[in-house]
């Protein structure tokens, strides 16, 4: 194999563009396949929707005040990771820092108060092991939590990276990815929103 | 304390059956050989620098291919004991429980741990160079998939000697598969195993669908991509939107097993068959993921060998791809005869068939090419003949399964079995065969020697028929799968023997098979051409073995068989020189952390066996430590410069 060699070549800088536009369109691709891992979980939870055993159920648990605010809190977040996104579009590293430093910030308080409502639930009697329909409800929404657990994760990775290197091409791309999983996880909360807390206290 | 020792080594390893004393001890054997090797040779930096951290697809291919022929020899030696078992009425060679390991392990190990890597060899050692493309479109990221299938099918492998085998059928069906029936690990093993192996699959089939989206040599529209690239893309579509649902449902099921949840129990509001519904929503196109790949092999060999262009080029594309949506709305067949309404039967029955037809297209377009075409019988195209009157006869066989009403009647029964080994070994395996024979050339600079290759293609073909043909009679006699024993009064014992025969004949023909690499690495026909098989797509425009950065000079693609028009325009002197122009080359650089991380996923796996929370706990650790290693990895490709790649041409016998 060839030893390495100073990147020195005019056409460097198209070669990485190009292949951090791959990058991009791969992510999408990603995005698509946890689309179906979502729709899988959620056809789970419609099986599972009235199959409470002679547990506790959904509407007499739920407190959508708690569930309301951390919806408001998700949606301000996307929100603002667009606001990271245009600072990153006008070159300012730090407006994009601060950005997705309150994004991170909305982000944790949403997984703070998810934990705080399923320690209520679990206070109140209801465990994965209580009935399927709470089974698929901690699956499901866990599984949502648990992806935006890890994108907090990754932002915090990302302002360390950007505080080194600045936006080039690279730090670009993988902004621009995080912000695609960031809103996509804002969507799938929605109809979580939806099908399990507005149906289920319905 | 000694007692404690004592009580955890016996349930930690399995012991009480001579087989499995001497698995162990060829294990122990085998690894005291290979680290004896290794040191003695100095080579533990070789194997580090040029293979565990290899990020080149050909390499990565080459180790996907050794690891599903280790798998191949496992799945058939389990194939072989069951046969032994059932060969006479009444044996007592198995016992029951070990009877249903071995079928499990068997199924598993053959679709997942051996066809599903076959696959993936052929797609990397072959994708990039027929489209043109230095590389796949992420190279760490295809290692990384490598390393999970890798340490996922040792997870699996290793419950046969450690915890228990999993022995659950080979989709591990509630409520067989949960606590109060299968305590202990080996149904752990099997979830842990395919999850992580899986997870590596996934990114495979995201890694081709963008590779070939995006990776073509300039001028190759879609309309004039080769047929096996078309191939991948369409089991690449179908790994996308099959195998999330796989990880969710393997997710579930261990959530019941671990965490007392009631997704899948017969208590709490669990409903088993939403199990059924989930894996064979995976299942069933996972089928079509590893045989459609096959069809595109003989499409390219078929056109090669009978020096013809495809007969048919389109309708190959359509049938694929109307074979990837169909796929995923045929699953309910597996479960006639389990309680739905009619209507849903006939709509899966229905949809069933239907699959047939862009089939039955394929194999008339296959048949027409041939149609008076000067085809040469080599092994690639003898494999592929072999193909066609056993698919066809297994696809026949498929459409009287789905008549809903008759399947009520061999419904899992040997009909059944023998279908389905039909289908997988006729399609797909003799399909990949046919591919190794086909691209082994291109990957390794020489041909595998003829008649060795003929001796194991008659064993394999006629122990193919002798060991299925009887098991179609069977089924419609009575028998049903899973039994591990049955008496003399049942009438079964002459068919069971001649299957058994059968299944004998395929192992000496994979015995050939072996001694025919080993002998062919020292005595096979060195290929110099690069076009042994005057071939008509562009990986035999490059030199073999394939240099690692693929291509000197990125190809101009201007028709379908780019390079067969080529040499015909070389030979009516209408070809144009034009002038090469050599650049840097922009390659990726090796990396350790797909083969850490992949560790670090197998002790994730091995501590949730095993219910040892801690365990499982440093492995997450491990897997987020390499993820964030990686994110501030910013020196990862390098350029080969001009003159490295004008001496490594010439060093293959190429001015550039």
């Given at each position: 194999m060839a030893q390495h060699h100073d990147h020195g070549h005019g056409h460097d800088h198209d070669h990485h563009e190009e292949h951090e536009q791959l990058k991009v369109l791969g992510f999408w691709i990603f995005v698509v396949t946890d689309c179906v891992l979502f729709g899988t979980l959620f056809a789970t939870y419609a099986v599972m929707m009235n199959s409470f055993a002679g547990g506790p159920t959904g509407q007499e648990l739920f407190q959508l005040p708690g569930v309301i605010a951390s919806t408001f809190i998700l949606l301000t977040s996307s929100f603002?990771?667009?606001?990271?996104?245009?600072?990153?579009?006008?070159?300012?590293?730090?407006?994009?820092?601060?950005?997705?430093?309150?994004?991170?910030?909305?982000?944790?308080?949403?997984?703070?108060l998810e934990v705080t409502e399923f320690m209520h639930l679990i206070s109140e009697g209801a465990t994965m092991g209580t009935s399927g329909y709470w089974s698929a409800f901690y699956t499901l929404v866990g599984t949502h939590g648990l992806h935006v657990t890890l994108g907090l994760f990754w932002m915090t990775a990302l302002i360390f990276q950007l505080k080194r290197r600045g936006i080039t091409a690279v730090t670009r791309r993988k902004i621009t990815n995080l912000s695609l999983y960031w809103h996509f996880l804002d969507v799938v909360w929605i109809f979580l929103f939806t099908v399990v807390y507005l149906m289920g206290v319905m | 304390?000694?007692?404690?020792?004592?009580?955890?080594?016996?349930?930690?390893?399995?012991?009480?059956?001579?087989?499995?004393?001497?698995?162990?001890?060829?294990?122990?054997?085998s690894i005291i050989a290979i680290v004896f090797v290794l040191t003695k040779y100095k080579k533990w930096g070789w194997l580090w620098r040029e293979w565990l951290t290899t990020v080149d697809h050909k390499r990565i291919g080459i180790m996907y291919l050794i690891a599903s022929l280790l798998m191949l020899f496992r799945g058939g030696v389990d194939a072989l004991l069951m046969r032994l078992q059932l060969a006479f009425p009444n044996v007592e060679f198995l016992n029951s429980e070990h009877y249903n390991a071995i079928f499990t392990t068997h199924g598993t190990i053959m679709i997942l741990f051996m066809a599903m890597p076959m696959m993936f060899a052929l797609f990397n050692m072959v994708v990039p160079l027929q489209l043109g493309a230095r590389d796949v479109a992420y190279p760490f990221l295809n290692a990384l998939s490598f390393w999970l299938f890798m340490l996922g099918a040792m997870l699996f492998n290793i419950s046969f000697v450690i915890g228990g085998s999993p022995d659950a059928g080979w989709l591990s069906y509630p409520p067989l598969s949960q606590n109060e029936f299968s305590p202990g690990p080996g149904q752990n093993f099997y979830i842990w195993g395919i999850q992580i192996s899986g997870i590596g699959s996934l990114a495979t089939g995201i890694n081709f669908i963008v590779t070939i989206l995006k990776m073509r040599a300039p001028g190759m529209k879609l309309s004039k991509m080769p047929l096996f690239s078309w191939s991948v893309l369409s089991s690449c579509i179908m790994i996308i939107f099959a195998f999330p649902i796989l990880t969710v449902t393997l997710a579930l099921l261990f959530l019941d097993r671990f965490a007392g949840a009631h997704f899948f129990t017969m208590d709490g509001g669990g409903n088993p068959m939403m199990y059924l519904n989930l894996i064979w929503m995976w299942g069933h196109p996972e089928v079509y993921i590893v045989v459609v790949p096959a069809f595109g092999i003989f499409s390219e060999i078929v056109a090669t060998f009978s020096r013809k262009k495809i007969f048919g080029y389109k309708s190959m594309v359509w049938a694929m791809m109307i074979i990837a949506v169909v796929s995923f709305f045929t699953w309910a067949h597996h479960f006639f005869t389990m309680g739905t309404s009619a209507s849903v039967i006939a709509f899966f029955a229905i949809s069933t068939m239907i699959v047939g037809i862009p089939t039955g297209v394929k194999v008339f377009n296959w048949l027409f090419t041939m149609y008076r075409g000067r085809i040469s019988f080599k092994q690639p195209m003898l494999w592929t003949i072999a193909f066609i009157p056993c698919f066809v006869i297994g696809g026949a066989t498929g459409v009287m399964l789905a008549v809903a009403p008759a399947d009520y009647q061999y419904h899992n029964s040997y009909f059944l079995v023998a279908h389905f080994h039909q289908v997988l070994i006729g399609g797909v395996v003799f399909g990949y065969l046919a591919g190794i024979y086909y691209w082994w050339p291109k990957l390794f600079g020489f041909k595998l020697d003829e008649k060795l290759g003929k001796w194991g293609f008659w064993f394999w073909n006629i122990g193919f028929y002798v060991c299925f043909m009887p098991q179609y009679a069977l089924g419609f006699m009575?028998?049903?799968?899973?039994?591990?024993?049955?008496?003399?009064?049942?009438?079964?014992?002459?068919?069971?023997?001649?299957?058994?025969?059968?299944?004998?004949?395929?192992?000496?023909?994979?015995?050939?098979?072996?001694w025919q690499i080993a002998y062919s690495i020292k005595n096979g026909e060195r290929d110099t051409t690069g076009d042994p098989w005057n071939g008509r797509t562009l990986e035999w425009s490059i030199p073999s073995p394939a240099p690692f950065y693929n291509f000197a000079v990125v190809p101009q693609v201007k028709e379908m068989d780019d390079w067969w028009a080529t040499k015909e325009a070389k030979a009516n002197g209408t070809y144009k020189e034009e002038p090469a122009k050599l650049e840097p080359i922009h390659m990726p650089k090796n990396s350790g952390i797909p083969f850490i991380m992949a560790n670090f996923w197998f002790l994730v796996g091995f501590g949730f066996t095993f219910g040892w929370v801690w365990m499982a706990v440093i492995g997450f650790i491990g897997v987020f430590a390499c993820m964030w290693a990686r994110s501030f990895q910013y020196d990862t490709d390098y350029y080969v410069p001009v003159e490295e790649v004008r001496r490594t041409e010439a060093s293959l016998g190429r001015v550039v």
């Open positions: 603002t990771s667009g606001l990271a996104v245009l600072a990153m579009n006008k070159g300012n590293v730090k407006q994009l820092i601060a950005w997705l430093a309150v994004t991170g910030l909305l982000g944790l308080s949403f997984v703070v | 304390m000694w007692e404690n020792i004592k009580d955890f080594a016996s349930t930690f390893f399995v012991t009480g059956d001579p087989l499995i004393y001497g698995a162990d001890v060829s294990i122990v054997l009575g028998m049903t799968r899973r039994y591990y024993t049955y008496g003399w009064d049942r009438g079964w014992a002459d068919l069971n023997l001649v299957s058994t025969v059968g299944a004998f004949l395929m192992g000496i023909g994979f015995i050939f098979q072996v």
